[in-house]
């Protein structure tokens, strides 16, 4: 079994910054591609940034150049550093992983934290 837990939301103002974490606890299993999603209220789910076990990183286009999306291997665990915060950043935050069995690596699977909440006043 696999789960993901997350930190660091909180309450902001525009343009301060925050940093969420994730740990994966995974035993059992290898751990890909994590990534970061969010959901606005009344919105759907959308990508924020992913980063592979090399490091290869992807991200919306909304965040580029204020959001870092950065991972420690060993812990299993993904940041998000999220600085120049604006108010339409507010959304409930939600990680993801990728995982694989190590008995058979072909085998993969998605999994999703709880989600934390982000919410940047103007």
């Known amino acids: 079994q696999v789960q993901l837990v997350e930190s660091g939301g909180g309450l902001v103002q525009a343009g301060e910054s925050l940093r969420l974490s994730c740990k994966a606890s995974?035993?059992?299993?290898?751990?890909?591609?994590m990534g970061w999603y969010r959901q606005a209220p009344g919105k759907q789910r959308e990508l924020v940034a992913i980063i592979t076990t090399g490091g290869h990183t992807n991200y919306a286009d909304s965040v580029k150049g204020r959001f870092t999306i950065s991972r420690d291997n060993a812990k299993n665990t993904v940041y998000l550093q999220m600085n120049s915060l604006k108010p339409e950043d507010t959304a409930v935050y939600y990680c993801?992983?990728?995982?694989?069995?190590?008995?058979?690596?072909?085998?993969?699977?998605?999994?999703w934290g709880q989600g934390t909440q982000v919410t940047v006043s103007s």
């Open positions: 993801n992983a990728r995982v694989s069995e190590v008995a058979r690596p072909l085998y993969q699977y998605l999994y």
């Open positions: 995974a035993s059992s299993f290898s751990v890909n591609a």
